[in-house]
């Protein structure tokens, strides 16, 4: 009898461990991916907030230097 890998539990991932997953194709299978895409539209005001954050992250160093 196979043994089947657990699935992905999406929502026990954190936000960039998901965009990761989904930038470097490391998802498994076409229902991952979707099951990733899913969780991170949920997600889509932190995303929002992370990406500005990011932004204020870059150009805070840009300033130091």
């Known amino acids: 009898m196979k043994t089947r ?3 992905l ?3 026990a991932l954190c936000s ?3 965009l ?3 930038k470097n194709k490391e998802c498994e ?3 991952e991916r979707r ?3 899913l969780e991170l ?3 889509k005001h932190y995303l929002d907030q992370m990406a500005l954050l990011d932004d204020f992250r ?3 160093t840009a300033t130091r230097h």
């Open 9 to 11: 539990d999406v929502k």
């Open 29 to 31: 299978s076409s229902l």
């Open 5 to 7: 890998e657990p699935e």
């Open 58 to 60: 870059a150009s805070a």
């Open 35 to 37: 099951a990733i895409e």
């Open 20 to 22: 990761d997953l989904l």
């Open 16 to 18: 960039r461990k998901l």
């Open 41 to 43: 539209l949920q997600r």
